[in-house]
């Protein structure tokens, strides 16, 4: 999200994480972590994130599939067992079917469940928007997408909520380090490299929350805590000795 913002029109950059921001305070308050129930009633930030993810879809070329028979579409033969790519970010940043020039945090306001993951923005009033995006990374992408989906917006959540992002000062000038905001790794995912930046909490009190969080969660991280680099088990083990 934070490239998304600095790679949009300089007009705008700084509203968005603030008006996020003042959507989870009216709604969820700074006395209490963000949960699942909160989403549905937060628009303006899933309105954010879809557009987080026409920008930057984190896999462009979706999640390989095969025919299970021949077929044949405009003039092409595909012989049963042919694999099938799906060009996501060439359809997102096509001019026929969008304009992607930079975050636009209106594009998805009131349109409460067009597509994401699959062909432009179309519309499906009657379904959530929830449901609809959990349906199309279950059948589009696969069962651990829609688990992703839900990942990444609670990590949006806990952004807006109690911290703040800035880019990282020079020591020396004083000034803001620049970041790479095509700065991504070469692979199938759109993963992006390490960059230096300062993550501000909204205050005291926030600490003492997501320390609880944290607490609260440790049986649920020790099941994912395989194959750990020895300096982030030393880390974990360091943050919880303090409990």
């Given amino acids: 999200m934070g490239r998304c913002l600095l790679s949009g029109p300089s007009d705008m950059t700084f509203w968005v994480g603030t008006k996020g921001e003042e959507e989870l305070d009216h709604i969820v308050g700074d006395q209490r972590a963000s949960a699942l129930h909160d989403l549905e009633k937060t628009l303006y930030i899933q309105?954010?994130?879809?557009?987080?993810?026409?920008?930057?879809?984190?896999?462009?070329?979706?999640?390989?599939?095969?025919?299970?028979?021949?077929?044949?579409?405009?003039?092409?033969?595909?012989?049963?067992?042919?694999?099938?790519?799906?060009?996501?970010?060439g359809i997102f940043h096509d001019p026929e079917h969008s304009t992607k020039l930079g975050m636009n945090d209106s594009a998805f306001q009131g349109h409460t469940a067009s597509i994401v993951f699959s062909f432009g923005r179309i519309r499906f009033p009657l379904l959530s928007s929830l449901w609809f995006h959990l349906i199309v990374c279950w059948f589009f992408w696969n069962r651990e997408s829609?688990?992703?989906?839900?990942?990444?917006?609670?990590l949006l959540f806990i952004d807006l909520q109690?911290?703040?992002f800035w880019?990282?000062?020079?020591?020396?000038?004083?000034?803001?380090?620049?970041v790479d905001v095509l700065g991504y790794k070469e692979s199938l995912t759109l993963t992006p490299k390490p960059f230096?930046?300062?993550i501000i909490p909204h205050g005291e009190h926030v600490k003492?929350?997501?320390?609880?969080?944290?607490?609260?969660s440790t049986e649920i991280f020790i099941q994912f805590e395989r194959d750990l680099a020895e300096e982030d088990k030393h880390w974990v083990d360091e943050i919880r000795s303090g409990w």
Wanted: aromatic share 8%; proline share 9%; charged share 20%.
């Fill in 196 to 198: 230096q930046c300062q």
């Fill in 162 to 164: 109690f911290s703040s």
């Fill in 208 to 216: 003492n929350i997501i320390e609880s969080e944290l607490c609260a």
């Fill in 167 to 178: 880019p990282a000062k020079d020591p020396e000038s004083g000034r803001d380090v620049p």
């Fill in 146 to 154: 829609a688990q992703a989906y839900i990942s990444h917006i609670t």
């Fill in 47 to 89: 309105a954010i994130f879809k557009e987080t993810i026409c920008i930057r879809p984190v896999g462009p070329v979706g999640i390989p599939h095969t025919t299970t028979s021949t077929e044949e579409f405009r003039g092409y033969v595909l012989p049963e067992g042919t694999a099938i790519f799906s060009d996501t970010y």
